[in-house]
């Protein structure tokens, strides 16, 4: 098993920025990649970011490219999304996710069904 802890949700102005944090602990020996998604007030989770595990990949929504960086120091360090530029739109609860599964096609790490642990969430509010 693993568990996932998010952190670093807040309130923050448009314009603002804010940096999430996701420490995974148990088994994370048998994590390939992470993802952040989010889900808005009556909308569906949608795919934020993911990184591989080992070769450090990374994929970004086209919503948030070149305004939010995913990253990760080392295995013992948590995964970190810096956002930038935020948008009222930006606005959600931020679940982090982790997959056991590797994939040739990235286009599945978007995808919720990919994902095997789940985070609790950390809310995020944006004022305009």
């Known amino acids: 098993q693993v568990q996932l802890v998010e952190s670093g949700g807040g309130s923050v102005q448009a314009g603002g920025s804010l940096r999430l944090a996701c420490a995974a602990s148990?088994?994370?020996?048998?994590?390939?990649?992470m993802g952040w998604f989010r889900q808005g007030p009556g909308k569906e989770r949608e795919f934020v970011a993911a990184?591989?595990?080992?070769?450090?990949?990374?994929y970004y929504a086209d919503s948030v490219k070149g305004r939010f960086i995913l990253s990760r120091d080392n295995a013992k360090n948590p995964m970190y999304l810096q956002m930038n530029s935020l948008r009222p739109e930006d606005a959600a609860d931020y679940y982090c996710?982790?997959?056991?599964?590797?994939?040739?096609?990235?286009?599945?790490?978007?995808?919720?069904?990919?994902?095997?642990?789940w985070g609790q969430g950390t809310q995020v509010t944006v004022s305009s």
């Open positions: 996710a982790a997959t056991k599964t590797y994939y040739t096609d990235s286009s599945y790490y978007s995808q919720t069904s990919t994902y095997d642990y």
């Open positions: 148990g088994r994370t020996s048998s994590i390939y990649a």
């Open positions: 990184l591989t595990w080992t070769g450090y990949n990374t």
